[in-house]
């Protein structure tokens, strides 16, 4: 299970970092020697699209729709994939199969004001899409200055 943060920064606790470095160490290992990584969860990327919608595209060849979940709990993005267990032998003619078929479950902190609005899944990519809408009174609104001579003032009374 992976934990990450849906943020334009990258976040700095210890889980996320150590995990990092693992998977980063791993990776080095196992090309070195040809060995099949142990950690599978899929690599992902986060675009921004315009000032409020983004996607989050994750790698995911080989998956079919009902092998995958998307759902949002709390603030919380969940996306896991289970694959559905076939009874592969060498007679299926598999000679090696080095694609990442582990199931995994990815989780996303969403901010606030964010909501998924679609996903697809084409070509071995799952898309997520997500919009973020900022109320009206959460958006900076821009305050006049006057030359003291015009500008109203407001007393407070009791």
């Not at 004001?113 to 070509?123: D, P, Q, W, Y």
Request: charged share 30%; proline share 4%; aromatic share 8%.
């Amino acid at each position: 299970m992976a934990f990450r943060s849906l943020s334009l920064y990258p976040v700095f606790n210890n889980d996320a970092l150590f995990s990092d470095r693992f998977n980063r160490i791993d990776r080095l290992f196992s090309q070195l020697t040809g060995d099949q990584p142990v950690t599978g969860t899929p690599e992902y990327d986060i675009r921004r699209i315009d000032e409020q919608n983004y996607t989050l595209t994750i790698s995911v060849p080989g998956w079919k729709e009902k092998e995958l979940g998307i759902e949002t709990v709390g603030g919380q993005l969940n996306i896991n994939g289970k694959k559905e267990h076939q009874n592969q032998s060498k007679e299926d003619g598999w000679l090696y199969r080095g694609i990442n078929r582990g199931d995994f479950d990815l989780k996303f902190s969403l901010p606030e004001n964010m909501k998924v609005t679609g996903a697809k899944l084409e070509e071995g990519l799952l898309h997520v899409l997500l919009c973020q809408e900022i109320p009206e009174h959460a958006k900076p609104k821009r305050i006049n200055i006057g030359d003291g001579k015009n500008s109203s003032v407001i007393e407070h009374r009791k």
